[in-house]
């Protein structure tokens, strides 16, 4: 009997992810099983769903658990309706096991109630270090909750260890977002200069910014400092904007007012996973705090201004800038990525840290194999 393997997605970002994994389950020895939760449902955040149903996926279930405020309180609210409705949806679907990836508020809520309610989970991208916000203590809590680890380096794999998983469990596969890249998945140059309406003789900045869950009061002033850094330049520029955390809409409010004063300016509620991975492979310089400048940008030897703690401990490659929350330091990063000529020779000889070669292969070869008993479910500390 094949095994029943549901996946949870809540946000464009992760699903980009996930979606080389679900293609290799869909097309293994299982049946594949999905609930559509989070930001994906929200049209002031792009109804990435259709993203989903563009790739021949279907919804079986849908969660509605988006914060409805920007208040830090409303996110912890949305665990807790998380929590219920994710638990009701897996009572119905009854999966053999629980797919997940990251560290965001619907995956904590998806690996909570499915442990309580004895589903194992499988967690991809478990043992990353990125020091800032909230992300980093809930990745580490849904790593001590769940059965199986999939971390996407080894150095992540050795911090799983030292928190007392046992070695058997873990896994490490590589990025799953990486597996796109290597075959090609990505929107052409051509296609992209006409549907964002490029100009290939002139620099081309990308801005994804997004709030610092312990920074909340300081969301608006830190994406101010970055787009007045930005504009000084009067660069084509694609703003996309950010997720749903706690100061999101704030920034949305910033963002859509310099959109309305900057005529090269040109701002996106979400971007298709092939055309953002195609941008990135154009651009000139990406601008912000998403981890996909950390990870997916140096397999496109792409410079990348990395803005503030958010990424802050990742393993990362020759071709990242850092700078503080300054408009002047994220200006004098710009302006190097562009033009610093022994900066842009060192991002050409980058390697990417997290590439390990067909991460949804291997998800899908250890699943296959995994067997569902008891001592998967009963995890022990192992000091």
Known sequence: MNKKICFITGSRAEYGLLKPIMEEIRKGEFELKLIVTGMHLSPQFGMT????????FKADIK?????????????????????????KALGNIKPDLVLILGDRVEVLAGAIASSYSNIPVAHIHGGDSAKAGLDENTRHAI??????????????AERILRMGEENWRIHVIG????????AGKFTSKDVLMKKYQLDQERPIIMLVQHPVTTQVDQASAQIINTLEAVVSFGYQTIIIYPNSDAGSRNIITIIE???RKYSFLKGYKS????????LLSIVSVLVGNSSSGIIESSSFQLPVVDIGIRQEGREQSLNIIHADHEALAIEESISKSLSDRAFLEKVKLCKNPYWYGGAGKKVARVLS???????????????
């Open 369 to 383: 194999d995994l067997e569902i008993n008891d001592k998967l479910l009963q995890k022990k500390i192992t000091y």
């Open 271 to 278: 971007i298709s996973r092939p055309d953002y991975l195609g």
């Open 63 to 87: 969660v509605e658990m988006t914060p409805k405020t920007d208040s830090q309180e409303a996110m912890a609210e949305s665990v807790g309706v998380g929590i219920i409705g994710l638990t």
């Open 49 to 56: 769903i259709d993203d989903i149903y563009r790739d021949g």
């Open 143 to 156: 790593t001590k909750i769940s059965h199986i680890h999939f971390p996407a380096s080894k150095i992540s």
């Open 175 to 182: 990025a799953p977002g990486l597996d796109d890249i290597s």
């Open 257 to 259: 007012e310099y959109l």
